[in-house]
Structures are given as C-alpha cells and as structure tokens.
C-alpha cells in the first residue's frame, strides 16, 4: 500500500496512487482539521474540526491536473470550551445550525517547483464563496509495512507550544 502525504492549512493523506486517473479519498483516521486564530490581538485560540471528508483525482504525475473537493462539519467544532464552541456556532460567526458544512472545491493545482504547490479552489462558508489559494506541500509516497500499518513508527520528539493570555488581577 502506498500513501501521498499532502500539507495544506489541512492535512490530506490518501492512497492507491498511479498515473492513471485515480480517486484518492481522505484517510480520516490519520488526519486533522485544526486552525488557530488571535485573541484580542495578545494570544491564540487554537481548535479543531472533528468532521470533515475529502478527495483528490488526479492523472498526471505533476499533480496539474488535481481536482481537490474537502468538506468539513462545522458543528464538529472543538476548542477545548463549550462555552467559546457554542459562540462559534452560533450566528455570530457560523451559524452552523442553517450553514452546517464548509466546502472547498478547487479550481487549479499549480506546481511551483520541487515539492511546492498552489492550490486556487473556491471555499464556501455561511453560502458565501469566495476564490483562496492554499499553499500545498507534498509529502511524497510511502509504501507501508506492517510495522508502520500497526503504528510502530512514531517520532521522537514532540513539540508542544503555549500561548497565554492573561488577565490583571
């Protein structure tokens, strides 16, 4: 089994890559939806989706070709706070209740040079769309074990980042 690894602001990996015309569908297990976002101009907020889907097909070994559709739930919405996550779901940002899904559908795949690309695709949110372009980072193949299929291969390091806000008492 071979899996491409794919970095944009998401991270898609998928499987069963060739030349030929192939479907990759987002291997959910092994991805994530996170964003972060400043707080009142001094911090960050960091969450997650924890719903979302995605596929690329493609046919040319340069990825020019590559159509990416990504859909998330934003309902699935996660910032370790049901307080701050109900806000966002709400109609102050994105009313998840009439707007549950964010899409994006591209329009290019534009290789840039060694393994960079730029990813132009319309990103629909609240009914509204509007054209964004991601960088792409391709993370290349990798032809699985048994060993890395049973999650054996694990880094060494992990970094941990803090950011903190604080109040005047």
């Not at 372009?133 to 391709?138: A, E, I, L, Q, R």
Request: proline share 2%; hydrophobic share 40%; glycine share 6%.
């Amino acid at each position: 089994m071979k899996k491409q690894i794919f970095g944009l602001a998401l991270l898609l990996a998928v499987t069963s890559f060739s030349f030929a015309q192939t479907t990759w569908k987002l291997d959910k297990v092994h991805s994530n939806v996170k964003f972060t976002v400043s707080h009142m101009v001094v911090s960050e907020v960091e969450g997650s989706f924890k719903m979302f889907d995605g596929s690329l097909v493609a046919s040319k070994a340069d990825l020019s070709d590559a159509v990416v559709n990504f859909s998330v739930d934003v309902t699935s919405i996660n910032t370790d706070n049901e307080r701050r996550d109900g806000h966002l779901k709400s109609d102050d940002f994105f009313n998840a209740e009439k707007f549950p899904k964010m899409t994006f559908v591209s329009k290019s795949m534009k290789p840039l040079g060694g393994n960079k690309y730029a990813l132009t695709g319309d990103l629909t949110m609240r009914d509204v769309t509007k054209t964004v372009t991601f960088d792409v980072t391709y993370g290349g193949q990798v032809n699985t074990n048994p060993a890395i299929e049973a999650g054996s291969v694990v880094g060494k390091e992990v970094e941990i980042t803090i950011f903190a806000e604080m109040d005047k008492q």
